[in-house]
């Protein structure tokens, strides 16, 4: 089969590589139909992880069932589904308690000694390959395949959203304990930060800020329904407290990472936490969904490099808020949001820029890793003719 593999930072081609196999009775192999490029991958294709050469990239897959394995009990060959980015196994301690982005039995201490969780394609996330390729094993099949809806050839650049994004962006504004009638600011309008803002729409927020440098993004944002701040427009914490009555925003959502940037396109780590803390109110409530490592080598900040930031304890202490971290659950909130994509009160897909047949994928990968205007979101398919 073709699939998109990393050679080194910001190398990447389409090989030839052998297809996947089942490998466990509760396996089954997918035909992927639809597979999106994540801001997340970005961090891979630049050297900033310890992903393996030789690595298929991709975790935001959905395809055609193609082969079943014999221990496999729901899902049938022919199904449309769409797979959590994370991999879960569905009886261990954590999976028992929803909590599948840090599952016990598919986690590889080997790699991260202490760390649960796996994931597709991703760095430190266990030896599963990636789903940028024409088909993709899937383990734990029963628990990991969402099936899809009769709608699926009609709606799948929207229900592909929900293997990444769309839960992920969810899941920052639930961190953040968002209510109906109150104002969130969300730092980020990449595709998770754009997924968050159309979350807290759907969820009833009153004030939606999300703040970005990128003009076309921000666009985006105001299309969703969101008030867009520009970071180069001035101080946020300002801005943000002017439209607020003089208090800040009722809580935040940081969904950028460790590779944030200043106004002026400079990374500095700790900016956009400290941020937060400024323009959300006392009392308030961040969530942060954005990704952070526990070591950055690649970086020219000395704290960075350890997996620290300087952050700003004082006035987050002495303003009472709390912070909710860490990635996705998508189980636990794929199959709700399948159905608001179903009954068309969510449309994930307004954010696409791009569909390009997995050929073109190593040029996509330049593009959106240069944020080149337009380029907001790209969504893959592998084995269109």
């Not at 294709?45 to 082969?67: A, S, W």
């Not at 430190?124 to 024409?134: D, E, K, L, R, S």
């Not at 520009?230 to 009722?250: F, H, L, M, P, Y």
């Not at 944030?260 to 969904?289: R, W």
Request: a negative charge.
């Amino acid at each position: 089969m073709k699939a998109l593999v990393y050679h080194g930072p910001k190398k990447v081609s389409v090989d030839t590589v052998p297809d996947p196999k089942i490998e466990k009775l509760t396996d089954v192999i997918i035909k992927l139909t639809t597979t999106n490029i994540c801001g997340s991958d970005l961090h891979m294709y630049e050297g900033r992880t310890d992903v393996e050469k030789g690595k298929i990239l991709g975790h935001e897959n959905l395809g055609e069932v193609v082969e079943v394995g014999k221990a496999v009990d729901t899902v049938k060959k022919g199904d449309k589904v769409v797979l959590p980015f994370n991999i879960g196994c569905g009886f261990c301690a954590n999976c028992e308690h929803g909590l599948t982005g840090y599952c016990l039995t598919c986690a590889d201490p080997k790699v991260m000694p202490g760390m649960a969780g796996a994931a597709y394609g991703f760095a430190g996330m266990g030896p599963y390959q990636g789903g940028q390729a024409q088909y993709l094993r899937v383990p734990y099949a029963d628990f990991n395949c969402l099936q899809l809806p009769p709608d699926v050839d009609e709606k799948e650049n929207d229900y592909v959203m929900l293997s990444d994004i769309f839960p992920t962006g969810w899941h920052s504004t639930r961190l953040a304990n968002l209510e109906a009638g109150q104002s969130i600011v969300i730092y980020g309008a990449g595709p998770v930060g754009l997924m968050a803002a159309m979350s807290a729409r759907i969820q009833g927020a009153a004030q939606i800020f999300v703040v970005d440098g990128q003009e076309d993004r921000l666009a985006l944002a105001k299309q969703i329904g969101a008030t867009p701040i520009n970071t180069k427009d001035g101080e946020i914490g300002d801005q943000i407290r002017e439209a607020t009555g003089g208090w800040g925003a009722d809580c935040g959502a940081e969904c950028i990472g460790y590779q944030c940037h200043n106004s002026k396109g400079k990374e500095v780590p700790n900016l956009v936490m400290n941020a937060l803390v400024d323009a959300v109110k006392a009392t308030g409530q961040i969530g942060v969904v954005g990704v952070f490592v526990p070591q950055d080598p690649g970086s020219d900040d000395k704290l960075a490099q350890k997996g620290q930031i300087a952050f700003d304890m004082g006035k987050f202490w002495f303003k009472g808020q709390k912070v909710g971290t860490g990635q996705c659950n998508v189980k636990a909130y794929n199959r709700r949001l399948r159905d608001l994509i179903h009954q068309g009160k969510a449309n994930p897909s307004i954010i696409i820029s791009h569909s390009l047949p997995l050929s073109e994928a190593p040029d996509a990968y330049k593009h959106f890793d240069n944020r080149d205007h337009g380029w907001t979101k790209v969504i893959l398919k592998p084995n269109a003719a």
